[in-house]
């Protein structure tokens, strides 16, 4: 069973730093490297929304309200999947989830974790 585990979430002052960790489980590394990775925001009362997205090819993508200060990195050999966030805001808070995904034919498989709270004080 495929498992995802998120870790790094906290309190922070607005300005700070936070590395947020998906650790992979249940999953060969071969189907990882192949597999494509998101990062996603739950604000509350809102909608799970997209911030970054790291392919097999490990090509980077960013919405706009994280772009330049959001990182985004895999490690296939740890089948793991990091996001380094820089300036923080009030707007960051929310709970944030790693998603896996890929298809194999024209069947996707996509999973996801249970998310990390983030809340930045001002």
């Known amino acids: 069973q495929v498992q995802l585990v998120e870790s790094g979430g906290g309190l922070v002052q607005t300005g700070r730093s936070l590395r947020l960790s998906c650790v992979v489980s249940g999953m060969h590394g071969i189907v990882f490297a192949v597999s494509d990775a998101d990062w996603y925001r739950q604000a509350p009362g809102k909608d799970r929304v997209l911030l970054a997205t790291?392919?097999?090819?490990?090509?980077?993508n960013y919405s706009e309200s994280v772009k330049g200060r959001f990182t985004v990195s895999r490690d296939n050999l740890k089948i793991s999947v990091a996001l380094q966030m820089t300036r923080l805001t009030p707007d960051d808070t929310g709970v944030y989830y790693c998603?896996?995904?890929?298809?194999?034919?024209?069947?996707?498989?996509?999973?996801w974790g249970q998310g990390t709270q983030v809340t930045v004080s001002s």
């Open positions: 790291i392919t097999h090819a490990h090509t980077a």
């Open positions: 998603h896996l995904r890929r298809v194999v034919g024209t069947t996707p498989y996509a999973y």
